[in-house]
């Protein structure tokens, strides 16, 4: 089973950046799709980014589209969301997740949540 443990979260003001990285356990994390999300207080959670386990495809949700870079490194088993220019309303919880199933059948793995705030 996969696990996945999300860390650099924090306060940060309106303008600032922000870097994320999950690491993941397994051995074969270069074959697993990953993404990460987001959920503010009183919505759903909703997606971020995401990057895929052949060619590092990358895709964004366009609230975020030119302001956050997602990326791995396989030698580290970890993926990173790098957020720039943060506005108050990225403010939430952000979760990592996983998808390592061969035929790309969702995230199943997900970690635990790492709080961002925005302050303006």
């Known amino acids: 089973q996969v696990q996945l443990v999300e860390s650099g979260g924090g306060l940060v003001q309106a303008g600032g950046s922000l870097r994320l990285s999950c690491a993941a356990s397994g051995r074969t994390f270069s074959n697993y799709d990953m993404g990460w999300f987001r959920q503010a207080p009183g919505k759903e959670r909703e997606f971020v980014a995401a990057i895929r386990r052949r060619y590092g495809s990358t895709y964004y949700a366009d609230s975020v589209k030119g302001r956050f870079t997602i990326s791995r490194d396989n030698a580290k088993n970890t993926v990173y969301l790098q957020m720039n220019s943060l506005k108050p309303q990225d403010t939430a919880v952000y979760y990592c997740?996983?998808?390592?199933?061969?035929?790309?059948?969702?995230?199943?793995?997900w970690g635990r949540g790492t709080q961002v705030t925005v302050s303006s």
């Open positions: 997740a996983a998808d390592p199933s061969p035929q790309g059948a969702g995230y199943s793995a």
